[in-house]
């Protein structure tokens, strides 16, 4: 019933900015903690940032300044801004849920070239 759809990856220069967007079906969007991870070729997935239902937020030390996760109940939609990208933030950013079960998004690569 939960499906997750990202957008907004590209390709972008070492300083450059990127906002991902990630829209969620269904009537729930606003009771669930939203997440992205990322996965870097050869790397772990690392949790990117997280928003609660309440609003709050938390960031994993690598993104704390240059990032920002907000989300918009209305759209359904969840959003992340990302600022002074460097080479080392390359990655497939995943958009994340659990409701019963976890729910991915599709992924969606970001490159950034120095």
């Known amino acids: 019933q939960v499906q997750l759809r990202e957008s907004g990856g590209g390709l972008v220069q070492a300083g450059g900015s990127l906002r991902l967007s990630c829209v969620v079906s269904?009537?729930?969007?606003?009771?669930?903690?939203m997440v992205w991870y990322r996965q870097a070729p050869g790397k772990q997935r690392e949790l990117v940032a997280r928003?609660?239902?309440?609003?709050?937020?938390n960031y994993a030390d690598s993104v704390k300044d240059r990032f920002a996760i907000s989300r918009d109940n209305a759209k359904n939609t969840v959003y992340l801004q990302m600022n002074s990208l460097q080479p080392e933030d390359t990655a497939v950013y995943y958009c994340?849920?659990?409701?019963?079960?976890?729910?991915w998004g599709q992924g969606t690569q970001v490159t950034v070239s120095s």
């Open positions: 994340n849920c659990r409701y019963g079960r976890e729910y």
């Open positions: 269904g009537s729930i969007f606003s009771l669930v903690t």
């Open positions: 928003i609660f239902s309440s609003g709050s937020t």
